[in-house]
């Protein structure tokens, strides 16, 4: 699976809804399921499917603007 | 025609009785699931809830998996902790200290009321407090049964404060660093995170909490089940704790449910699979008692 896929999936769990995104979802601010709980979990989820350690500094408001930015935050970082 | 009332009418063992269990100048209120009378009497569940947030989203499956073991002939009984919930104290007064000698009193409470095995059943931070009863009271027939357990209090102390870094990045606040929480909590003593005034006593003694460093007794059998919203292998730092017990001849079954991660879900949701193969462990390894 794609990292954009597997990014979709987390985020999509950690807010429950069963609606599709894509790429160009607005999610902070957007949604209103995007909360702070949802925020950590799309964090923890992140470092367990991808391996990564996510550093306090690098979150940031921008990585969570949209699916598209997200993911290539993670990008990044595999 | 009317149709015949259903042979699952709820009767009032279903509900759950509430209650205050005085221990030690605090009120823990706690809601007791009698065994059902029309089954064999098959042994007490003692429930460690959750932590902060957690516990409240997780109320509603902990209630349901409580009736079903009542229907099994089990008696359970699910406190809330001491300044959590309807107990008495503040959140920032509560300490692992407390709870742990809470659930202790609770554990004996219990054994008085009935015969039988015990069991400890145990959710997130909760699975970890009574893997340490457990290993403290070497139980020699006693069952553990952990969902989605957290294992290292650092790392769930990190997930905790970045619910604070979260809600600073969504109301554009100041940036700050994990880092930054912590010296904080040092200085002041209590942090405000979502809501709960964690106190820097509760936070070092969670922080020090690793199950890897408890000597599991031998005897004990354990459920370990771990829900996720898609199939996974389980975490490599779970799979690596499973792997030591069974090293040590613990007895340890694991089981992967999928579902939504109910104690941290916006809306309160309800895992039915989760609930049903917990039922069906137990059937595997309790013999009515008498």
Same mark, same amino acid.
């Given at each position: 699976?794609?990292?954009?896929?597997?990014?979709?999936? =987390?985020?999509?769990?950690?807010?429950?809804?069963?609606?599709?995104?894509?790429?160009?979802?607005?999610?902070?601010?957007? &949604?209103?399921?995007?909360?702070?709980?949802?925020?950590?979990?799309?964090?923890?989820?992140?470092?367990?499917?991808?391996?990564?350690?996510?550093? /306090?500094?690098?979150?940031?408001?921008?990585?969570?603007?949209?699916? %598209? +930015?997200?993911?290539?935050?993670?990008?990044?970082? !595999? | 025609?009317?149709?015949? @009332?259903?042979?699952?009418?709820?009767?009032?063992?279903?509900?759950?009785?509430?209650?205050?269990?005085?221990?030690?100048?605090?009120?823990?209120?706690?809601?007791?699931?009698?065994?059902?009378?029309? !089954?064999?009497?098959?042994?007490? *569940?003692?429930?460690?809830?959750?932590?902060?947030?957690?516990?409240?989203?997780?109320?509603?499956? &902990?209630?349901?998996?409580?009736?079903?073991?009542?229907?099994?002939?089990?008696?359970?009984?699910?406190?809330?902790?001491?300044?959590?919930?309807?107990?008495?104290?503040?959140?920032?007064?509560?300490?692992?200290?407390?709870?742990?000698?809470?659930?202790?009193?609770?554990?004996?409470?219990?054994?008085?009321? +009935?015969?039988?095995?015990?069991?400890?059943?145990?959710?997130?931070?909760?699975?970890?407090?009574?893997?340490?009863?457990? +290993?403290?009271?070497?139980?020699?027939?006693?069952?553990?049964?952990?969902?989605?357990?957290?294992?290292?209090?650092?790392?769930?102390?990190?997930?905790?404060?970045?619910?604070?870094?979260?809600?600073?990045?969504?109301?554009?606040?100041?940036?700050?660093?994990?880092?930054?929480?912590? $010296?904080?909590?040092?200085?002041?003593?209590?942090?405000?995170?979502? %809501?709960?005034?964690?106190?820097?006593?509760?936070? @070092?003694?969670?922080?020090?909490?690793?199950?890897?460093?408890? /000597?599991?007794?031998?005897? $004990?059998?354990?459920?370990?089940?771990?829900?996720?919203?898609?199939?996974?292998?389980?975490?490599?730092?779970?799979?690596?704790?499973?792997?030591?017990?069974?090293?040590?001849?613990?007895?340890?079954?694991?089981?992967?449910?999928?579902?939504?991660?109910?104690?941290?879900?916006?809306? =309160?949701?309800? &895992? /039915?699979?989760? *609930?049903?193969?917990?039922?069906?462990?137990? @059937?595997?390894? *309790?013999?009515?008692?008498?």
């Amino acid at each position: 699976m794609s990292v954009a896929l597997q990014i979709i999936d =987390i985020v999509k769990d950690s807010m429950q809804i069963d609606y599709s995104i894509d790429i160009d979802t607005a999610l902070l601010g957007a &949604v209103p399921e995007f909360d702070s709980m949802a925020v950590v979990t799309v964090l923890t989820s992140l470092e367990e499917s991808f391996g990564i350690m996510i550093n /306090d500094d690098e979150v940031d408001a921008s990585i969570f603007e949209t699916v %598209g +930015a997200l993911v290539s935050f993670v990008e990044g970082k !595999v | 025609m009317l149709k015949e @009332k259903s042979e699952n009418t709820p009767v009032t063992f279903h509900t759950g009785t509430p209650f205050f269990l005085e221990h030690s100048s605090r009120r823990l209120f706690s809601l007791l699931f009698n065994a059902s009378p029309g !089954v064999a009497f098959k042994g007490v *569940i003692l429930h460690f809830p959750a932590f902060g947030e957690e516990m409240n989203k997780s109320r509603a499956m &902990v209630v349901l998996q409580a009736r079903a073991m009542s229907r099994q002939g089990f008696t359970v009984l699910v406190p809330d902790y001491f300044g959590t919930g309807d107990s008495s104290g503040d959140f920032s007064e509560a300490s692992w200290r407390i709870w742990l000698e809470d659930m202790r009193y609770c554990l004996g409470w219990l054994q008085n009321l +009935a015969d039988g095995p015990v069991i400890l059943w145990g959710l997130r931070l909760g699975a970890l407090m009574a893997l340490e009863l457990a +290993a403290e009271l070497e139980c020699k027939y006693s069952q553990l049964v952990l969902w989605n357990p957290v294992f290292q209090g650092e790392q769930y102390m990190l997930q905790f404060l970045r619910l604070r870094l979260a809600n600073n990045m969504m109301s554009g606040e100041i940036k700050n660093k994990v880092a930054d929480l912590e $010296q904080q909590l040092e200085r002041e003593g209590v942090l405000e995170v979502a %809501g709960y005034e964690l106190s820097t006593l509760m936070f @070092k003694e969670i922080v020090a909490r690793k199950a890897i460093t408890l /000597d599991i007794p031998q005897a $004990q059998k354990i459920f370990l089940v771990y829900v996720a919203p898609t199939i996974k292998s389980l975490p490599a730092p779970v799979q690596a704790l499973v792997d030591q017990w069974l090293a040590a001849d613990v007895s340890v079954e694991t089981g992967q449910v999928v579902g939504p991660q109910f104690w941290t879900t916006q809306e =309160i949701s309800q &895992v /039915d699979e989760l *609930i049903e193969r917990t039922v069906d462990w137990f @059937k595997t390894v *309790i013999e009515p008692s008498h």
